[in-house]
């Protein structure tokens, strides 16, 4: 299937295995798991740099046939978590930056097309998080206190 803005294709880069169960060579148990992502969490990382560092540090895979709960389930019982989606801060982080840019090269109509794409999908996102329950119904991306999301 096409992407949406792009003409491309594409692939995802890695797959997870199709049969979630525990690997014959893992040594962690599901307390210990817990203890890494709370330790990790609470250093600053998001929950996607917590299963980069556990699988490639660690050794762990995933964390799902280990504890029966995923990375963000985790972070949300201890209340780590962050307010706002992670896939979302990426987005508001990137129109950031193409805003940024824009200051310095008001003409550059890539950048501005970029832009309202960028826009776009946060608004789509924001809509999917409203439906979901996740984010409150009042809650409303602005451009201008964008920065503030993301400190």
């Known amino acids: ?6 003409r491309k294709k594409g692939r995802a ?6 049969v979630l169960k525990i690997p014959t060579w893992e040594r962690y148990d599901p307390k210990e ?3 890494l992502v709370q330790k990790l969490a609470k250093s600053g990382k998001s929950s996607s740099e917590i299963g ?3 699988r490639d540090t660690y050794g762990i895979p995933t964390v799902k046939p280990i504890v029966n709960k995923k ?8 209340k780590l978590g962050s307010k706002i989606p992670e896939d979302l801060i990426a987005l508001i982080k990137k129109d950031i930056k193409i805003m940024k840019h824009l200051e310095q090269n008001r003409k550059d109509q890539p950048a501005k097309r970029g832009m309202t794409i960028t826009e776009s999908k946060i608004n789509k996102l924001v809509k999917y ?13 602005e451009k201008e206190n964008a920065k503030l999301l993301i400190e």
């Open 33 to 35: 798991v817990e203890t």
């Open 129 to 141: 998080y409203k439906k979901k329950g996740i984010l409150p119904q009042a809650w409303k991306y």
């Open 71 to 78: 990375i963000t389930e985790i972070l949300k019982e201890n």
């Open 52 to 54: 980069i560092i556990l």
């Open 13 to 18: 880069g890695s797959t997870k295995p199709s």
């Open 1 to 6: 299937m096409a992407r949406m803005y792009s």
